[in-house]
């Protein structure tokens, strides 16, 4: 964990180490006084341990609201969006990193331009493999076929809903072995059928693209792209910067009308 300690106020500060140099002197009365010293053990431990994890929780806040604020401004051909977006997401770790991997899965709009420059190897600084989701779905965009193999490989042990457009992306791979791990991950992912429909939903980015027949038969005949609902770019309750119901853009409308009509 690592703490901003340059946005705390000398207050916050002052809270901070008083209860930490507190509670260390409260251990030097257990000789004396066992139960007084054991009460302000708690008291001001309590109050330093309670201190760090409100910090710690803003900054995650903090994080995912600048991470929010670039993939909403980031449009599909914006490259220089996505040039500062991937050094923003590259670092992030534990919850932080979560989040905006969520978030960031969460918007279709944003996901088709990183994928579209990706492919187009435009995007400088994607990461190999780490030890967090967030490293591997990002891994997973790297023009080195090994290193994307090694990430959906990744991706595939412990599968999560979140990896769906990026598992989907690469089962679309020019490189077999790529395509295979992907498929693979995919095959563990819809073990959950609540994960069905976001790959679903990923498949009609795809679903004109060589090698997408694959994938489709994995997914069945039921899976249509006219008839999925309606999916909108959204990060922490924003959908596309406007309000729900309204049309996003190509990337976000299905033709839902002639769904209807066929009813």
Same mark, same amino acid.
């Given at each position: 964990?690592?703490? $901003?300690?340059?946005?705390?106020?000398?207050?916050?500060?002052?809270? @901070?180490?008083?209860?930490?140099?507190?509670?260390?002197?409260?251990?030097?009365?257990? *000789?004396? #006084?066992?139960?007084?010293?054991? @009460?302000?053990?708690?008291?001001?431990?309590?109050?330093?341990?309670?201190?760090?994890?409100?910090? $710690?929780?803003?900054?995650? &806040?903090?994080?995912?609201?600048?991470?929010?604020?670039?993939?909403? =401004? &980031?449009?599909?051909?914006?490259?220089?969006?996505?040039?500062?977006?991937?050094?923003? @997401?590259?670092?992030?770790?534990?919850?932080?990193?979560?989040?905006?991997?969520?978030? @960031?899965? #969460?918007? *279709?709009? =944003?996901? #088709?331009?990183?994928?579209?420059?990706?492919?187009?190897?435009?995007?400088?600084?994607?990461?190999?493999?780490?030890? &967090?989701?967030?490293?591997?779905?990002?891994?997973?965009?790297?023009?080195?076929?090994?290193?994307?193999? *090694?990430?959906?490989?990744?991706?595939?042990?412990?599968?999560?809903?979140?990896?769906?457009?990026?598992?989907?992306?690469?089962?679309? #791979?020019?490189?077999?072995?790529?395509?295979?791990?992907?498929?693979?991950?995919?095959?563990?992912?819809?073990?959950?059928?609540?994960?069905?429909?976001?790959?679903?939903? =990923?498949?009609?980015?795809?679903?004109? $693209?060589?090698?997408?027949?694959?994938?489709?038969?994995?997914?069945?005949?039921?899976?249509?792209?006219?008839?999925?609902?309606?999916?909108?770019?959204?990060?922490?309750?924003?959908?596309?910067?406007?309000?729900?119901?309204? =049309?996003?853009?190509?990337?976000?409308?299905?033709?839902?009308?002639?769904?209807?009509?066929?009813?």
């Amino acid at each position: 964990m690592r703490l $901003r300690w340059r946005q705390l106020t000398a207050s916050e500060h002052l809270g @901070l180490w008083l209860s930490t140099v507190l509670a260390l002197v409260s251990l030097a009365g257990f *000789a004396t #006084d066992p139960r007084s010293a054991t @009460l302000c053990l708690l008291f001001f431990g309590g109050g330093a341990v309670f201190m760090l994890h409100l910090w $710690r929780r803003e900054a995650v &806040t903090e994080a995912t609201a600048e991470i929010a604020a670039l993939v909403l =401004s &980031t449009g599909r051909h914006d490259l220089p969006g996505y040039q500062r977006l991937i050094p923003a @997401l590259t670092p992030l770790r534990g919850a932080r990193a979560a989040a905006a991997l969520a978030g @960031l899965q #969460d918007c *279709a709009k =944003s996901l #088709d331009g990183l994928f579209l420059h990706a492919r187009r190897r435009e995007l400088a600084g994607l990461p190999e493999p780490g030890d &967090t989701p967030l490293s591997w779905a990002l891994a997973s965009l790297h023009p080195d076929g090994h290193v994307r193999e *090694a990430a959906v490989n990744a991706m595939g042990r412990q599968p999560q809903s979140v990896f769906a457009p990026f598992l989907v992306e690469r089962a679309v #791979d020019h490189v077999g072995a790529v395509r295979s791990a992907a498929l693979a991950g995919l095959r563990a992912l819809l073990a959950d059928e609540s994960a069905w429909m976001p790959v679903a939903r =990923s498949y009609r980015r795809v679903a004109g $693209r060589r090698h997408a027949d694959a994938l489709a038969e994995l997914l069945g005949p039921q899976v249509r792209v006219h008839d999925l609902a309606p999916v909108c770019c959204r990060f922490q309750g924003v959908y596309c910067g406007i309000s729900f119901g309204q =049309s996003c853009d190509f990337v976000d409308r299905q033709p839902a009308a002639g769904s209807a009509g066929r009813g």
